[in-house]
Nanobody, 125 residues
């Protein structure tokens, strides 16, 4: 399994970015995909997840209503649309994949076997 993340950049507070994660190397129909982020000096944290088969989504509380995770089956790509960005959203964002549907444990990075390389999002105030 290979995951290729892209779309990061520098944006002003209140702006928007869309991250993409191109997945290859497997049939993802039984996978869940997620975005995590890691700010400087902080632990990696869960942002959002989506179940590939039925698009069930889950979000970390601080991004609810601002971020939207989605997937395009035809392109084998997962997206993270980020609106109303805040300086505290500044981090390296990683896409991740794992077999199986979402459970409360799915917010832990250790539950994901596959990781993309990370893309930096910087939000200026």
């Amino acid at each position: 399994v290979q995951l290729q993340a892209s779309g990061g950049g520098l944006v002003q507070a209140g702006g928007s970015l869309r991250l993409s994660c191109a997945a290859s190397g497997s049939d993802f129909s039984s996978y869940r995909m997620a975005w995590f982020r890691q700010a400087p000096g902080k632990e990696r944290e869960f942002v959002a997840s989506i179940t590939w088969s039925d698009s069930t989504t889950n979000y970390e509380d601080s991004v609810k209503g601002r971020f939207t995770i989605s997937r395009d089956k035809a392109k084998n790509t997962v997206y993270l649309q980020m609106n109303s960005l805040k300086p505290e959203d500044t981090a390296v964002y990683y896409c991740a994949g794992a077999w199986g549907k979402y459970s409360p444990l799915s917010r832990q990075s250790a539950e994901y076997a596959y990781w993309g390389q990370g893309t930096l999002v910087t939000v200026s105030s």
